[in-house]
């Protein structure tokens, strides 16, 4: 029988420990998998977690590979910290980037001080709109976020499915489902760093994401509007009583979330794609709830948790090559990883009893 | 014509077992997202078996194990540790996809013999209904069978009287002496075995391979199809030809030119489900009767 | 199953079947010298008293006075620390619910335990053991239904229902496993006065079929109309146990609220001070199934003084305060204006720039946020105020700095310098939560059960401060359900009772008694006589 008995203090030291431990976990319980399936396990986790940054243009892009993460998981924060759940952030982030294309594409002889920030504000109106049909219907007619988010996640891909077949499909592209390519001035440059040159794919909306970040820890650490959603999430009722509306909080969670998965997907098309195409995300939106709850739920830890999911997604590849492992064996660490992490929430909360049947049952006969 | 038919309930086979499981699970008050990881480790086990052994039935027995096991995942974290259902079902869609991928690398390319055809004596021989209805393979025949089952058992038993109880009102039914974990624990593992019957469909008859992540977001229709029928079975079984017959109206109607672009016709389920979800949500008595209360609620003893 | 034996008593179905105790004529329940702590506080210290079959006996007394504990010992939920129960003559440890229905004794809880998407029928069938089918249980349910005229439909969802009929399908819950014993927790809480009055018809035919039915509740005149024998509980201890018919409401409510508490450390205030808060007419729809409507609300508090608002929980407090706070806001229900200014349709923040200062009853989770830190508590009923946010940017310092000095001037003891909430003891916090509003010096202060669950140190400290604040000019609305408190510091009382509340009446034409009888819902004619 396990019982769960709520802690009276919530300890420092068992806060932070929490996600290294469960990444110490998902590396065991990981390599016993590999070893169950007749790979030898210290190769998997050596090509998994250390082979792919082994040089410095690889750790720079391990940052290219988190920024969409971190991007994404920094609106998240503020959802899941209000206990709103959008899980539909792979759809805004279409959204984002379709808006965003549509800037790209139909205003292509902007220059690149005009285009860059057009292309940023329309990518996070695109997700924000999107975002608002969750909120709105939740807030109007009390409709499940969660179901209501993720089919709209089907009904985008689908969207931009058509749009880069039918309507906006280059004439020249030869029957490939792609836009034409941008303008330059629609593209994310790389950085390019004094004397060294360039850095792997290493692009400025990876600068873009770190301060995004920031951005969202200033407003959720230091802002009332931070401080209003942290109320929701903690206490509603405390929220009411301080005289925020509850409404206008889930509104506003789904409508930053929302932006910051729109500004995503610009990012991506913008700085690695350079065009339109079905598959412009790798179940980015879906992943970054894993960043999300790995940073516990802090944009200023995002940044490290998106960096430690991207490791795992790098190390997919670098798996499949070396070791001829399929590419989604990435989700069986995210996956194990999650688990790992929400059971960690729970030994935060809550001391675990684990009583045996027998003294149970002498309690029974003794009480 | 006929043909076309035929082809629509192929397809809607996975979607009535994967959505009927995940109705009763839903209807204990468990939202178990993980229906898409469950239908992969049901597909490729039920593939890995029934090459193994020869045997496609005993891949479809496979499958439902190997479903129910993955779901025994998802009990352990989100009622034995009361973790959040949400984030836990995610993981286990997550975990399935890569697990089920890196199982299966081996047996890419390989091939076996799908599920007879089993004609049903006599009434196999009607004209058009017959050949619609009663020349199919085991599995159609079981998930027919299934979904009658779980509208009986919800609807006529005292087991389903429970399940419906614990959904409805969990610290009710644990005043009353039910063991709401308990409940909810069976009803999980139930909805993975039917979710890995419904994964073990599309090798053993669909398509006689293995492909990694072929389920192809089949899972996540079954949760949609859960709310499009409003908790109750038997619509299961008709949202489930609705949507299956919608996936094949694109594919006729791309060979006859039509106007429509297919992928508005494939956002038909989901706007339809959205919409369900509206006319039940907006008003609170109608929720009520349609739809389980504490769906998604954590239930633990100490207050 | 074992029937029911009946009753011997006589066959007449007049308005009241007295049975008369008498030493030959064994109880059904026994109960004596019954003790049960709570840690230190005692819920029952040595209450002894005997029910019969065929009796309608109420168990009476304030909040607090210990029946819920009683009845949920009878009913086997928990375990007395001493004493001993008899049923029909022999010892019996009641070690569980089960237990005491297969003894023969039901309970109806005051917020029933239903399923709302089911039919009646097959709630029943969820409390009932064995696999009784459908059918027969309707068919069951039908037959008493008319017998008892309770009305049910077994087939109806029961969130069709309206309460009382809800109501009832409790009690058929409970009848259908022929109890000898029906315990009622405040049956007529939740129900309309006609409803009341179809429940005691029901009630009676079931006493005169020789059921014995125990009954909670506070209302005097209920107690009267129905009951033949009543038992009193005051803070725990029986009081005694008397004939209904031999005693007044006055009686019954001096027995409930006992001794005027006479110590009163207040000055009285002018007589004609400004007018600073008034509500008229305030009305609001019950918010929830249990909750309560408020009925025509009107008040006036002036600088100065301490209005004390007396009453029974669930009266309509937790209404009222939520309307009070703005946390619900009508659309032309009423008036609430502060210092002659409609704030009615402003929200908790305008009301307190405004001036207004409010302190809920529950601490954790209302009046503060348990994993929030003393300083973003603070925060929450100051984020409107000068200082406290700039640019969007809280001002954490300043946050600190109040948090601090709140905790200094109110002497909230704090295990370091800005802890979470969660790690004050209920005392300390409910010092901070008061003491965070009187800081800011609120022409009105409104309060709810100030002292609920804290210590006599710590309340009697929460009581001079909102004294000291009203003697420097502010006036303060105190809702609460200690009468000893209301008399301790209020000038004014008046009573809620069912949404309604009575006219405020000067502390010192008042004796606890009249309270009482107000807060039993007496008509309030018959208090003030004399």
Redesign the interface.
């Known amino acids: 029988m396990?019982?769960?008995?709520?802690r009276?203090?919530?300890s420092l030291a068992l806060t932070v420990m929490t996600p290294v431990i469960a990444i110490t976990l998902t590396l065991v319980v990981g390599a016993i998998?590999f070893a169950t399936?007749g790979y030898d396990p210290l190769q998997a986790l050596y090509q998994f977690f250390v082979a792919p940054v082994s040089r410095p243009d690889q750790v720079a892009n391990l940052f290219v590979k988190a920024c969409p993460l971190i991007i994404i998981a920094s609106g998240l924060v503020f959802c899941y910290r209000a206990n709103v759940?959008n899980?539909g952030a792979e759809g805004q982030l279409i959204l984002g980037a379709v808006f965003s294309g549509y800037v790209a594409l139909t205003f292509s002889d902007l220059p690149g001080w005009a285009m860059m920030p057009l292309m940023v504000f329309a990518g996070a109106l695109g997700g924000l709109l999107w975002a608002m049909i969750p909120a709105l219907?939740k807030t109007?007619?009390?409709?499940?976020e969660?179901?209501?988010s993720?089919?709209?996640t089907?009904?985008a891909a689908?969207?931009i499915?058509?749009i880069v077949?039918?309507p906006w499909r280059d004439p020249m592209s030869f029957g490939f489902p792609l836009t034409k390519m941008y303008e330059d001035a629609a593209l994310i440059s790389r950085i390019e760093f004094p004397g060294i040159g360039y850095l792997g794919q290493l692009h400025w909306g990876v600068v873009g994401a770190l301060m995004l970040a920031l951005g969202a820890w200033v407003v959720l650490a230091?802002?009332?509007?931070g401080?209003q959603v942290?109320?929701m999430g903690?206490?509603p009722?405390?929220g009411?009583?301080?005289?925020c509306?509850p409404a206008f909080v889930t509104v506003m969670v789904l409508g930053i979330s929302g932006a910051a998965a729109g500004v995503a997907g610009m990012v991506e098309v913008s700085a690695n794609i350079g065009q339109l195409q079905p598959d412009i995300s790798f179940g980015y939106g879906?992943t970054a709830?894993?960043v999300a709850?790995l940073a516990r739920l802090n944009p200023l830890a995002v940044i490290g948790a998106g960096l430690v999911v991207a490791l795992a997604e790098l190390g997919g590849d670098s798996a499949q090559i070396a070791l001829?492992?399929?590419?989604?064996?990435?989700?069986?660490?995210?996956?194990?990883l999650?688990?790992m992490l929400?059971?960690g929430?729970?030994f935060n909360r809550?001391h675990?009893e684990i009583r045996l049947p027998r003294s149970a049952k002498a309690k029974q006969t003794g009480? | 014509m006929e043909q076309l038919i035929l082809t629509v309930i192929l397809t809607s086979v996975p979607l009535i077992f994967a959505a009927s499981g995940e109705l009763i699970a839903e209807r204990s008050g468990v939202?178990n997202?993980g229906v898409e990881?469950m239908m992969l480790m049901g597909a490729v086990f039920a593939f890995a078996v029934a090459m193994g052994t020869g045997s496609p039935v005993l891949g479809m027995f496979a499958g439902a194990f190997a479903g129910a096991i993955t779901a025994g995942?998802f009990a352990f974290?989100a009622l034995?540790?009361?973790?959040?259902q949400?984030?836990?079902g995610?993981?286990?869609?997550?975990?399935?996809?890569?697990?089920?991928?890196?199982?299966?690398?081996p047996l890419v390319g390989q091939a076996i013999d799908g599920l007879p055809q089993i004609n049903i004596p006599l009434l196999a021989e009607i004209p058009f209904f017959g050949i619609v209805m009663f020349q199919h393979d085991i599995m159609f025949y079981i998930a027919v069978i299934m979904v009658g089952l779980c509208a009986w058992v919800l609807n006529a038993t005292r087991i389903g009287l429970i399940i419906r109880a614990v959904g409805d009102n969990h610290d009710s039914a644990h005043a009353l002496g039910y063991s709401v974990l308990g409940v909810r624990l069976l009803a999980v593992i139930f909805g993975g075995m039917m979710a890995g019957l419904g994964g073990a469909y599309l090798p053993l008859v669909l398509t006689p391979h293995w492909a990694?992540?072929m389920t192809a977001?089949r899972g996540?229709i079954a949760?949609?199809l859960v709310?499009f029928a409003s908790w109750r079975p038997w619509r299961v079984l008709g949202g489930a030809f609705v949507f299956g017959g919608i996936t094949i109206m694109q594919l006729a109607g791309q060979a006859r030119g039509w106007t429509i672009?297919s992928?508005?016709l494939?956002?038909l389920p989901?706007?339809a489900?959205?919409i369900v979800?509206?006319l039940i949500?907006?008003n609170?008595e109608f929720?009520l009767a349609n739809s389980p209360a504490c769906l998604?609620r954590i239930f633990?003893?100490?207050k | 199953m074992k029937a029911r034996p009946r009753a011997n008593t006589s066959k007449d179905s007049g308005k009241k079947t007295v049975v008369a105790p008498s030493a030959h004529h064994m109880p059904l329940l026994n109960a004596s010298g019954i003790i049960k702590r709570f840690n230190d506080f005692t819920a029952n210290d040595d209450v002894s008293f005997s029910i019969y079959e065929g009796e309608i006996h109420a168990l009476l007394g304030e909040n607090g006075a210990g029946k819920s504990t009683f009845v949920k010992l009878v009913y086997g939920l928990i375990?007395p620390d001493a004493g001993v129960f008899e049923w029909r003559g022999d010892p019996v440890t009641i070690?569980g619910p089960q237990q005491a229905r297969d003894m023969g004794i039901g309970m109806v809880f005051q917020h029933f335990s239903l399923f709302q998407a089911l039919t009646v029928a097959e709630n029943i069938q969820l409390a009932l053991p064995g696999g009784e089918p459908l059918a027969s249980l309707s068919d069951r349910v039908r037959r008493i239904s008319g017998e008892y005229g309770i009305g049910v439909d077994p087939d109806a969802r029961v969130h069709n229902l309206s309460v009382g009929q809800q109501q009832r399908v409790e009690i058929m819950r409970c009848l259908l496993q022929n109890p000898s014993l029906l315990i009622m927790d405040e049956p007529t809480s939740v129900l309309t006065p006609q409803e009341a009055e179809q429940l005691f018809e029901v009630l009676r035919r079931f006493s005169d079929s020789g059921m014995a039915i125990l009954f909670i509740s506070h209302k005097l005149d209920e107690i009267r109309a129905l009951s033949s024998r009543a038992t009193v509980l005051r803070r725990g201890i029986n009081v005694g146990t008397v004939d209904t018919d031999t005693r007044s409401a006055r009686q019954l409510a001096e027995m409930m609220v006992g001794e005027t508490v006479g110590y009163v450390a207040r000055e009285t205030p002018p007589a004609d001070g400004d007018i600073l808060l008034e509500i008229s007419n305030l009305s609001r729809p019950r918010p929830t199934q249990f909750g309560t409507p408020l009925r025509d609300i009107s008040l006036k508090a002036r600088r100065g003084e301490i209005l004390g608002i007396a009453g029974i929980a669930g009266n309509g407090q937790d209404e009222l305060m939520e309307a009070l706070?703005?946390?619900w806001r009508g659309k032309s229900n009423g008036v609430i204006s502060l210092e002659g200014i409609d704030i009615s349709h402003a929200?908790?923040?305008?009301r307190?720039n405004a001036g207004i200062g409010?302190i809920?009853e529950?601490r954790?989770?209302?009046?503060?946020?348990?994993?929030?830190s003393l300083a973003?508590n603070n925060?929450?009923?100051s984020?409107?105020l000068a200082g406290a946010?700039k640019n969007?940017?809280?001002n954490?310092d300043a946050m600190r700095h109040a948090a601090a000095d709140v905790a200094t001037a109110f002497d909230v003891r704090l295990p370091n310098e800005n802890p979470?909430a969660?790690?004050l003891s209920g005392g300390n916090l409910q010092k901070f939560v008061v003491g965070r509003e009187i800081a800011k010096s609120p022409s009105v202060l409104i309060v709810s059960q100030p002292t609920w669950g804290v210590d006599v140190g710590a309340a009697m400290f929460i009581r001079a401060a909102m004294l000291d604040l009203a003697g420097k000019g502010s006036a303060v609305v105190m809702i609460s359900q200690d009468l000893e408190e209301v008399f301790m510091i209020a000038h004014r009382i008046a009573v809620l009772y069912d949404g309604h509340l009575s006219a405020a009446i000067d502390a010192t034409d008042l004796t606890a008694e009249k309270v009482g009888l107000l807060m039993g819902g007496s008509a309030a004619s018959e208090a003030l006589e004399t």
């Open positions: 396990i019982s769960l008995v709520p009276k203090d919530i998998i399936l759940w899980i219907l109007r007619f009390n409709t499940n969660i179901l209501v993720l089919m709209l089907y009904v689908l969207f499915d058509w077949r039918g230091r802002m009332l509007v401080f942290k109320v903690f206490a009722r405390a009411r009583f301080a005289g509306s879906f709830i894993i709850f001829g492992m399929p590419k989604v064996v990435t989700g069986v660490f995210k996956g194990i999650l688990f929400l059971a929430e729970t809550f675990v009480g | 939202l997202l990881g995942i974290f034995g540790l009361a973790t959040n949400v984030a836990t995610l993981a286990l869609t997550i975990f399935g996809t890569g697990l089920s991928g890196l199982i299966g690398a990694e992540g977001g996540w949760l949609a709310v672009p992928q508005f494939s956002m989901y706007l489900t959205i979800l509206v949500s907006r609170r929720a998604g633990h003893t100490e | 375990q070690t706070i703005g946390e929200g908790p923040a305008l307190r409010f809920p529950e954790n989770g209302h009046g503060a946020v348990p994993a929030m973003y925060l929450l009923t984020h409107s946010v969007g940017v809280i954490d979470l969660s790690a």
